[in-house]
């Protein structure tokens, strides 16, 4: 959408609340199309309706995962909230079954909201040594027959990558509707609808805007009929983008390729240097051959990358121990590799999983790393000297 009014290649900012309806003809017109849930509005009423900035955006990321249509929202929670509150029916309550290892922000969700408050039937389906396994997933689906299955394409924070194709094909098969988080993998290393699924979803505050400095949250699909409910119920519970969101996301999203190519660059470097380090003991990232979901990962990224993640845990002898070492190469590196609740920023930035995860991942050793697209260069001399820093511990 080009600003076809004067020379500029960039979008307008609107950020008007309400848009000018001109006579009362026009508005009893406005409001009755409004009415058919439309993505682009013939005239635009309210912006927490649809607003023409956001609808620019929404335009480029379909283009990036081959969507029908898209609608962005002010975080990745709501754009969850929407695509779960439009499968369901309130005059039935059928199972949905969530792959356990996912975002524990959806997992609370299908805990608290959807099971506790909504009374729906949630069952979850576990890995096994971190790999899902189809035939267990097969005889689960025949056995529980979900009428939903909620899946992520890289797992956090251990990047578990599931055979997801093969997913949705036996998801298919017992006709459950699919939904992919492809916040991870982003549409570089994977688009979830050309392989079926039904709806994916993203944290664009995350790989899509990439400078950490945005929450925004994104759903994307191709029928007609579900994009209609979404819009409504968007509308309904005000789950809309701001427009100077929306316009820093649009310029953003240009850059999303070069950038994410050279996370998923210096990840490899990060958990090549990591496995290579004696005060290590083991590195998790889905392009190394000894990661548990290796060959699903090649499988199903073809060759476009393997992320931007990596999870690694530090050696020891007791937790006290690994502790040690663990504090010691997050003070090496905090100059430059900084404790950062989020991840796809422009540097490199560390969790530490113990104090984020708990009682799920109580290891003090492990951190989970999200590379920057810094140069590459550079962060291999960060994490070398760091490395070097914690060997005499």
């Keep these: 959408m080009k600003n076809k009014e004067i020379n500029s ?14 006579d009362a003809d026009t508005a009893s017109e406005a ?58 029916d309130g005059n039935s309550i059928k199972p949905w079954l969530f792959f356990n290892e996912i975002y524990g922000g959806t997992l609370s969700f299908a805990e608290s909201v959807l099971k506790k408050r909504r009374g729906l039937d949630i069952h979850y389906f ?3 040594n971190e790999q899902y396994d189809l035939h267990e997933f097969e005889s689960v689906m025949e056995t529980l027959r979900p009428e939903l299955v909620y899946i992520e394409s890289i797992s956090n924070p251990m990047l578990i990558v599931p055979d997801a194709a093969g997913v949705i094909e036996i998801a298919r098969k017992y006709k459950a509707k699919v939904i992919v988080d492809n916040t991870f993998a982003t549409p570089e290393l994977w688009k979830p609808l050309v392989s079926g699924a039904d709806v994916v979803i993203h944290s664009a505050t995350k790989y899509l805007s990439g400078h950490g400095n945005i929450t925004a949250g994104v759903v994307c699909g191709n029928d007609n009929e579900l994009m209609k409910a979404a819009v409504e119920y968007r509308k309904l519970t005000g789950h809309m983008l701001s427009a100077d969101d929306a ?27 990591l496995g290579a380090s004696k005060r290590v003991r083991k590195v998790w990232y889905p392009g190394l051959p000894e990661h548990p979901s290796y060959e699903e990962a090649v499988k199903l990224f073809a060759g476009n990358g393997f992320g931007g993640m990596v999870t690694v845990d530090f050696k020891g002898n007791s937790g ?34 113990e104090s984020v ?22 962060l291999t001399g960060i994490i070398s000297s760091a490395l070097e820093a914690i060997s005499s511990l």
């Design 9 to 22: 290649q960039r979008i307008p900012v609107y950020r008007d609340a309400g848009f000018e309806l001109f």
């Design 31 to 88: 409001f009755r199309k409004e009415t058919e849930n439309q993505r682009v509005p013939d005239l635009y009423i309210y912006s927490r309706y649809r607003n023409p900035t956001v609808v620019a955006a929404e335009e480029e990321i379909m283009k990036l995962e081959g969507s029908e249509w898209t609608l962005l929202t002010e975080s990745g929670m709501s754009a969850i909230d929407i695509t779960l509150s439009v499968f369901q």
């Design 126 to 128: 576990s890995p096994q």
């Design 247 to 273: 316009y820093r996301l649009h310029d953003q999203i240009q850059t999303f390729s070069l950038r994410f190519r050279r996370q998923c660059v210096n990840a490899s470097v990060i958990a090549g240097l």
């Design 320 to 353: 006290s121990e690994k502790k040690l070492i663990r504090d010691g190469f997050i003070k090496a590196v905090s100059e430059r590799i900084r404790i950062i609740p989020s991840l796809g920023d422009p540097r490199t930035m560390m969790l530490p999983v």
């Design 357 to 378: 995860w708990g009682a799920k991942y109580p290891e003090p050793g492990m951190i989970r790393l999200s590379a920057g697209f810094e140069d590459t260069g550079e």
